[in-house]
């Protein structure tokens, strides 16, 4: 039984949501700073690709059970306390982080803290910023903030903890240094943060928080679900993977061009997202039987993954193997940032209102089964080279255009 408390209407400052989406920069710097530590931790440490890369893929595994919990939670208790659980964990994580140099424990341990942080901040924050936005914005403007504030720090945090840890003092400790300014500055400003949900709720363990919602609709199963992981299987190959196979190339910056190839990845994929927006807006982008965005995304995801498969065949360029990582990276934050628009743009139209939070946060965590891939091509690399792992991703890639394609045609 919940007893129910209602609070008097919320007036938000006009700038209101601005703190919240600052949050969000703060958890989304902390989630990918994490990139060109991972070939600091395989130059200085002797840790393998493929256990560098299973723990950064191990930030998914603390994201899901985030993702899942945190969003109808905050449904229940309010966005302030979750999201503000949420920067106080992404700091925690961060000094775990800094421990890093002493084992791998603390670096998995880190990153799970992590996932746990921004899988909170990613359901219960994007909601918190839409709804400070309704008030004095157009319509789709809150989504559209939330997105941006994470991805800046997507962006941003890899390129600062890239120059950090190439140039700056005390590499295992200094790139983590300014994620945790920055998240102590979202911290008290979320103090005056005005909270939005009117309902509080102390029957917050009641057996709704934990239900998945939208797996009885049938596009959604058939459609969405088999794209998502492609999203940040599209991101993290272009992040990880192939700054790993091409870094050696330029050993004098190679860190730094580590934080550069997730940078212009994150970037490219928050570039395209206002095209992608106004495809999905368009008579022909609303046609559910012919979803343009499906196949523009995933056309790029695979036109990019043989980009890469030619790039890791080039072995002899040099330095400009690394610079044509760089130009197959925009072509993944192209896809990436496309099926992102695509999938959320999807579930909004599908979701009844009382299960849009539940069905976002299903379709998010099927995303972020793609950070496994950077690992999966790693522990392969005794079975086939890296040219001909990735012509196989490209062909898988190609089979889920083809299946998702008819499945639409199904359910449209």
């Given at each position: 039984?919940?007893?129910?408390?209602?609070?008097?209407?919320?007036?938000?400052?006009?700038?209101?949501?601005?703190?919240?989406?600052?949050?969000?920069?703060?958890?989304?710097?902390?989630?990918?700073?994490?990139?060109?530590?991972?070939?600091?931790?395989?130059?200085?440490?002797?840790?393998?690709?493929?256990?560098?890369?299973?723990?950064?893929?191990?930030?998914?595994?603390?994201?899901?059970?985030?993702?899942?919990?945190?969003?109808?939670?905050?449904?229940?208790?309010?966005?302030?306390?979750?999201?503000?659980?949420?920067?106080?964990?992404?700091?925690?994580?961060?000094?775990?982080?800094?421990?890093?140099?002493?084992?791998?424990?603390?670096?998995?341990?880190?990153?799970?803290?992590?996932?746990?942080?921004?899988?909170?901040?990613?359901?219960?924050?994007?909601?918190?910023?839409?709804?400070?936005?309704?008030?004095?914005?157009?319509?789709?403007?809150?989504?559209?903030?939330?997105?941006?504030?994470?991805?800046?720090?997507?962006?941003?945090?890899?390129?600062?903890?890239?120059?950090?840890?190439?140039?700056?003092?005390?590499?295992?400790?200094?790139?983590?240094?300014?994620?945790?300014?920055?998240?102590?500055?979202?911290?008290?400003?979320?103090?005056?943060?005005?909270?939005?949900?009117?309902?509080?709720?102390?029957?917050?363990?009641?057996?709704?928080?934990?239900?998945?919602?939208?797996?009885?609709?049938?596009?959604?199963?058939?459609?969405?679900?088999?794209?998502?992981?492609?999203?940040?299987?599209?991101?993290?190959?272009?992040?990880?993977?192939?700054?790993?196979?091409?870094?050696?190339?330029?050993?004098?910056?190679?860190?730094?061009?580590?934080?550069?190839?997730?940078?212009?990845?994150?970037?490219?994929?928050?570039?395209?997202?206002?095209?992608?927006?106004?495809?999905?807006?368009?008579p022909a982008g609303r046609n559910p039987s012919r979803p343009r965005l499906l196949t523009l995304g995933l056309c790029?995801?695979?036109?990019?993954?043989?980009?890469?498969?030619?790039?890791?065949?080039?072995?002899?360029?040099?330095?400009?193997?690394?610079?044509?990582?760089?130009?197959?990276?925009?072509?993944?934050?192209?896809?990436?940032?496309?099926?992102?628009?695509?999938?959320?743009?999807?579930?909004?139209?599908?979701?009844?209102?009382?299960?849009?939070?539940?069905?976002?946060?299903?379709?998010?965590?099927?995303?972020?089964?793609?950070?496994?891939?950077?690992?999966?091509?790693?522990?392969?690399?005794?079975?086939?080279?890296?040219?001909?792992?990735?012509?196989?991703?490209?062909?898988?890639?190609?089979?889920?255009?083809?299946?998702?394609?008819?499945?639409?045609?199904?359910?449209?």
């Open positions: 039984m919940t007893n129910t408390v209602v609070q008097p209407p919320v007036r938000p400052h006009r700038q209101a949501w601005a703190r919240a989406a600052l949050a969000l920069t703060a958890i989304g710097w902390g989630a990918n700073q994490f990139a060109p530590m991972v070939l600091l931790y395989r130059e200085r440490m002797g840790v393998s690709a493929s256990a560098a890369e299973a723990i950064f893929g191990l930030y998914a595994a603390g994201l899901v059970p985030g993702l899942l919990i945190a969003g109808p939670l905050s449904d229940r208790i309010g966005r302030r306390p979750v999201v503000t659980f949420a920067v106080l964990l992404s700091m925690l994580s961060g000094v775990v982080l800094m421990l890093g140099s002493h084992g791998l424990a603390w670096l998995s341990t880190g990153r799970v803290l992590m996932g746990v942080a921004s899988g909170a901040a990613f359901s219960a924050g994007s909601a918190w910023v839409k709804e400070l936005s309704a008030a004095n914005a157009v319509a789709g403007a809150g989504a559209r903030r939330a997105s941006i504030a994470m991805t800046v720090g997507f962006g941003i945090g890899p390129l600062v903890a890239g120059v950090l840890v190439q140039w700056g003092p005390a590499a295992y400790e200094a790139p983590y240094i300014p994620q945790l300014i920055l998240a102590a500055t979202a911290l008290a400003l979320l103090a005056r943060t005005p909270e939005t949900v009117q309902r509080w709720q102390s029957g917050i363990l009641g057996s709704g928080l934990l239900r998945l919602r939208g797996f009885g609709d049938r596009r959604f199963v058939g459609v969405l679900l088999p794209m998502a992981p492609w999203v940040f299987a599209a991101a993290t190959i272009a992040m990880v993977y192939l700054p790993g196979l091409t870094a050696g190339h330029v050993k004098g910056i190679s860190l730094v061009y580590a934080g550069t190839a997730a940078t212009v990845t994150a970037m490219s994929g928050v570039l395209i997202q206002p095209y992608a927006r106004r495809i999905a807006a368009s790029l995801v695979t036109l990019g993954t043989l980009t890469d498969a030619g790039v890791a065949a080039l072995t002899g360029l040099g330095a400009g193997q690394a610079i044509l990582t760089l130009a197959a990276a925009v072509i993944m934050g192209f896809g990436y940032g496309v099926l992102l628009v695509f999938g959320l743009a999807e579930v909004q139209r599908l979701a009844p209102p009382e299960d849009l939070a539940g069905m976002t946060a299903v379709f998010q965590a099927f995303t972020y089964l793609g950070f496994a891939a950077p690992y999966v091509l790693s522990a392969l690399k005794n079975v086939a080279s890296p040219s001909t792992l990735l012509l196989a991703v490209a062909a898988l890639g190609a089979l889920t255009l083809v299946v998702t394609l008819r499945n639409a045609r199904r359910t449209g």
